[in-house]
Nanobody
Framework: QVQLVESGGGLVQAGGFLRLSCAASARTFNTYAMGWFRQALGKEREFVAAISWNGGRTLYADSVRGRFTIIRDNSKNMMNLHMSNLRPEDTAVYYC???????????????????WGQGTQVTVSS
């Protein structure tokens, strides 16, 4: 069982910066591929970014590439999402997710992930 807790959301003006964090309870955090997803009001959950178990591979949605950066620190059981140049359309609840993996994959499909956090709200004002 893996527990994930997101933090760092809030209200920011367009063009601003936020850093989201995801703390994991797993003792074997380095055996999980990790991802960030978001869900805006009235919309389906969508992929944002993913990172392999050792951080060697990353994947981004087209809408955030060049603005968001996903990183992880396996020594601290932590994953972060650095979000810059935020836009009103980035407003959503952001979720981190974990997928047990030994192959070094990056995963952009929600159904592949076994564990999810409760989410943190990000609101970008225009």
């Amino acid at each position: 069982q893996v527990q994930l807790v997101e933090s760092g959301g809030g209200l920011v003006q367009a063009g601003g910066f936020l850093r989201l964090s995801c703390a994991a309870s797993a003792r074997t955090f380095n055996t999980y591929a990790m991802g960030w997803f978001r869900q805006a009001l009235g919309k389906e959950r969508e992929f944002v970014a993913a990172i392999s178990w050792n951080g060697g591979r990353t994947l981004y949605a087209d809408s955030v590439r060049g603005r968001f950066t996903i990183i992880r620190d396996n020594s601290k059981n932590m994953m972060n999402l650095h979000m810059s140049n935020l836009r009103p359309e980035d407003t959503a609840v952001y979720y981190c997710a974990a997928d047990w993996d030994s192959l070094g994959r990056v995963v952009d499909t929600p159904s592949e992930y076994e564990y999810w956090g409760q989410g943190t709200q990000v609101t970008v004002s225009s």
